[in-house]
């Protein structure tokens, strides 16, 4: 059974960080691509960011939070990463981890003051 649990939410002051992570079980992690995915509040998803199989070589991410989000993996550990720099108000979400058709059941990010 595909697994995915993501921890690392919480409140963050505006201009702040956090680290998401997502721990996935079920299925040969390395062998798939992974995605983050979130939605804030009365809003539809937006993708924000996607790390490639096996090293993770290739990273894409929204234009609104390149160069602010880092995605990364670590097949060792079967968890992927989204490193959260310079948060803004507007990142205020529920964030997703994804592969393919399995979620899993998110985490909150609010930033705030």
């Known amino acids: 059974e595909v697994q995915l649990v993501e921890s690392g939410g919480g409140l963050v002051q505006p201009g702040g960080s956090l680290r998401l992570s997502c721990a996935a079980s079920?299925?040969?992690?390395?062998?798939?691509?992974m995605s983050w995915v979130r939605q804030a509040p009365g809003k539809g998803l937006e993708w924000v960011a996607r790390?490639?199989?096996?090293?993770?070589?290739?990273?894409n991410y929204a234009d609104s939070v390149k160069g602010r989000f880092t995605i990364a993996r670590d097949n060792a550990k079967n968890t992927v990463y989204l490193q959260m720099n310079s948060l803004k108000p507007e990142d205020t979400a529920v964030y997703y981890c994804k592969r393919r058709i399995y979620w899993g059941q998110g985490t909150q990010v609010t930033v705030s003051s």
């Open positions: 079920g299925f040969t992690f390395g062998t798939y691509a």
């Open positions: 790390i490639s199989r096996d090293g993770g070589g290739i990273t």
